[in-house]
């Protein structure tokens, strides 16, 4: 049950339905989860700055159970999460930083309970 969260300094409108499903699909597809278990979210129009700069820019968080606890995982997720950003939203590399945290099963709440129970 991945969670995928965008921050950005870009305009709302920059974040379509579209892209939003996009990047879920993209998300499903990188990560090897069903489409249908990622959850994610846009937060647009924030003040923000990379490294000194108020330029247009994005933070990718992700976080997931068992496929982004390792160096090796992450890297190539992000190859392909920084692929799928440019190429989306026009931004150099040097304007989008990741940010990756492994969950446990207990650390998820659904359906009352928390998933190592379902």
């Known amino acids: ?12 409108c920059c974040f379509s339905e579209d892209l939003v499903n996009k990047l879920c699909c993209a998300a499903a597809v990188i990560l090897d989860k069903p489409k249908e278990r990622i959850n994610a979210s846009v937060k647009a129009g924030l003040i923000m700055s990379i490294g000194g700069s108020m330029a247009p820019c994005v933070q990718l968080v992700v976080s997931s159970i068992g496929v982004v606890g390792t160096a090796e995982q992450n890297k190539q997720h992000s190859a392909k999460f920084f692929e799928f950003l440019t ?3 026009g931004l150099t590399t040097d304007r989008i930083l990741i940010r990756f945290y492994p969950l446990e099963k207990w650390q998820i709440g659904k359906n009352q309970t928390v998933m190592t129970f379902l």
Not at 1 to 12: G, Q, T
Request: aromatic share 6%.
């Open 1 to 12: 049950m991945p969670f995928i969260d965008l921050e950005s300094n870009l305009p709302a």
């Open 87 to 89: 190429q989306e939203l």
